[in-house]
């Protein structure tokens, strides 16, 4: 006779599946999957951890442990992540919002935080939305417009947008970078793509397989997309601006470069992520 599963037992026995697959989180995504399943968050499943799992709810957990073992990130399960203590719905068209991209957030606030004025935000190339939105979410004042080529990354962005509260000051545009705007931004922010196009391969499973190829390819270098961004952000800031960029390890001194070229001022320019690596490039439109 097999032993009837309660939530305690099942935790257990999926996060030793993840673990012998060699998951390093393996007790945390055991703990977000079947609570998932039986709709409980982590005091529920401690305080209801002998409740036995019905049919249903052990099969649908089963079809989740084998999309975690074949690789796909709990994220993207879930269809949910949280990006600044916000939660963010993901799609197939979207990147899954990474720690280290609060980083950016944290930068552009310190930008932000020097002016008086309700700023205008750009977010170029936004994806889920997690940047704007979590900018708008700490300064009520601000509005931003977001862009992306993905209409269905713009669904989704705008769906995230409406569930947070921040429809009413987040504007969606569908183009390639920035070809359908005019300005002024007091501040420019973006993730752009930055994985060299040979280097994908190399990638973690969860990424090469799961993310959005489009999103992760910045061309033979990693650099394409900031030979864009960067000359056409000083057409669209407003003076005393600023532009923050996510980067790719080791190319802090070749995105500084470009924005030097553009005329833009490095100011208080490398940030470093969770991890010590320099992960976000600042420049500012300076007029005398």
């Known amino acids: 006779m097999s032993e009837v599963p309660t939530i305690a037992s099942a935790r257990r026995r999926l996060a030793r599946q993840l673990q012998d697959a060699g998951i390093e989180s393996a007790a945390l995504d055991a703990r977000l999957l079947v609570g998932e399943v039986v709709g409980l968050d982590l005091t529920g499943l401690i305080t209801q951890a002998e409740r036995v799992l019905t049919r249903v709810e052990t099969e649908r957990l089963q079809a989740f442990a084998a999309r975690r073992l074949a690789g796909e990130p709990v994220a ?9 203590g916000l939660p963010f719905e993901l799609s197939a068209d979207t990147l899954v919002p990474r720690p280290d991209t609060e980083t ?4 552009a606030l310190a930008v932000l935080g020097e002016r008086d004025t309700a700023p205008r935000i750009l977010d170029i190339g936004t994806g889920s939305g997690a940047i704007l939105l979590a900018l708008l979410h700490e300064r009520p004042d601000a509005t931003g417009v977001a862009t992306d080529i993905s209409l269905g990354a713009l669904r989704v962005a705008r769906c995230n947008a409406a569930r947070l509260g921040l429809a ?5 545009v569908a183009c390639n970078y920035t070809a359908a705007l005019r300005g002024p931004f007091d501040l420019i922010v ?14 973690d499973r969860e990424v090469r397989e799961h993310d959005p190829y489009r ?7 990693g650099l394409d997309a900031y030979r864009k961004i960067i000359p056409e952000s000083r057409r669209l800031l407003q003076p005393d601006g600023a532009l923050v960029v996510e980067i790719g390890q080791g190319q802090e001194s070749d995105v500084g470069a470009l924005m ?25 439109l300076v007029t005398a």
């Not at 950016?104 to 930068?107: P, S, T």
């Not at 009413?168 to 969606?172: E, G, L, M, P, W």
């Not at 973006?190 to 990638?203: E, H, K, V």
């Open 76 to 84: 993207r399960i879930l269809g949910v992540r949280e990006f600044w």
């Open 104 to 107: 950016v957030v944290e930068a």
């Open 168 to 172: 009413d000051r987040a504007y969606f």
């Open 190 to 203: 973006s993730n752009p793509p930055y994985i060299p196009a040979g280097d994908i391969a190399r990638l």
């Open 215 to 221: 999103a992760l390819d910045g061309g033979a270098d």
């Open 260 to 284: 030097r070229a553009a005329g833009l001022t490095l100011s208080d320019p490398f940030r470093t992520d969770l991890s010590g690596i320099f992960r976000v490039v600042t420049g500012r």
